[in-house]
T-cell receptor
Framework: GAGVSQSPSNKVTEKGKDVELRCDPI?????LYWYRQSLGQGLEFLIY????????KSGLPSDRFSAERTGGSVSTLTIQRTQQEDSAVYLC??????????????FGDGTRLSIL | AQSVTQLGSHVSVSEGALVLLRCNYS??????LFWYVQYPNQGLQLLLK??????LVKGINGFEAEFKKSETSFHLTKPSAHMSDAAEYFC????????????FGTGTRLLVSP
C-alpha cells in the first residue's frame, strides 16, 4: 500500500497474555521505528531498525518487549506477559533512510492495545 | 539530551482566527525540526519540517512555521483557523547526526469553535 500499515487496529487482551503487533512499512523504506503513545507519557521511542544493522533497542521499557524485522520489511513488536501499564497506542513509522536525519518519518494509524 | 517544550496543552481559537502553537527546543546544535498533526484514532501526519535553508517553512493545510535560532523556537501558525484544524499537534526534534529517534513534545490540542 501507499502508507505504513499496522495491524490489528485494536487489541484487547487479558493481563499476562502475550501480544504481537505488526507493522508493514512503506515499500522501499529502509528505516522502521516503533513508538508508544500513552496518557501521561506522551510519545516514547521504543526501537529503531535500519536495514540489516543491529536495531537500536534503547527505548524498550523492559525485557518483556521485543521486536524483529524480517527481510528488511515487515516488523513485529511482541509484548510478553502483558501488564495493565502496557495499555497504549503503539505507533510504527518508516523513513526512506534512517541515516539521513532530514528524512521525515511516516506513521501508521497505530494499534490501540488495552490490557484488562 | 535534546528536549522539546510545547507551551499550552490546549489552545482554543474561533474559526477564522489566527492559530499560534508554540514550540521551543533545547539543543546545543540546531536540530532538524518537525510538526506533526494527529486526528482522532489516526497516526501522525507530517505538516512541515525544517532542515536547512529558508527559516520560514510552509506546510500542508495552510500551516507554516519559522525557525528562530536565537530564540530556539519553531512556532506553528496559520492565519485563519478552520473547524477541520481541530486536532492534536506535536512538535518534534531530531539531531542532525547520530541518534535517529524523534523526540516529541507533549502535544497541543487545538480546539476550534464556530
Amino acid at each position: 500500500g501507499a502508507g505504513v500499515s499496522q495491524s490489528p487496529s485494536n487489541k484487547v487482551t487479558e493481563k499476562g497474555k502475550d501480544v504481537e503487533l505488526r507493522c508493514d512499512p512503506i515499500s522501499g523504506h529502509t528505516a522502521l521505528y516503533w513508538y508508544r503513545q500513552s496518557l501521561g507519557q506522551g510519545l516514547e521511542f521504543l526501537i529503531y531498525f535500519q536495514g540489516n544493522s543491529a536495531p537500536d533497542k534503547s527505548g524498550l521499557p523492559s525485557d518483556r518487549f521485543s521486536a524483529e524485522r524480517t527481510g528488511g520489511s515487515v516488523s513485529t513488536l511482541t509484548i510478553q506477559r502483558t501488564q495493565q501499564e502496557d495499555s497504549a497506542v503503539y505507533l510504527c513509522a518508516s523513513s526512506l533512510n534512517g541515516g539521513l536525519a532530514n528524512q521525515p518519518q511516516h506513521f501508521g494509524d497505530g494499534t490501540r492495545l488495552s490490557i484488562l | 539530551a535534546q528536549s522539546v517544550t510545547q507551551l499550552g496543552s490546549h489552545v482554543s481559537v474561533s474559526e477564522g482566527a489566527l492559530v499560534l502553537l508554540r514550540c521551543n527546543y533545547s539543543s546545543s546544535v540546531p536540530p532538524y525540526l518537525f510538526w506533526y498533526v494527529q486526528y482522532p484514532n489516526q497516526g501522525l501526519q507530517l505538516l512541515l519540517k525544517y532542515t536547512t535553508g529558508a527559516t520560514l517553512v510552509k506546510g500542508i493545510n495552510g500551516f507554516e512555521a519559522e525557525f528562530k535560532k536565537s530564540e530556539t523556537s519553531f512556532h506553528l501558525t496559520k492565519p485563519s483557523a478552520h473547524m477541520s484544524d481541530a486536532a492534536e499537534y506535536f512538535c518534534a526534534v531530531r539531531p542532525q547526526a547520530g541518534f535517529q529517534k524523534l523526540v516529541f513534545g507533549t502535544g497541543t490540542r487545538l480546539l476550534v469553535s464556530p
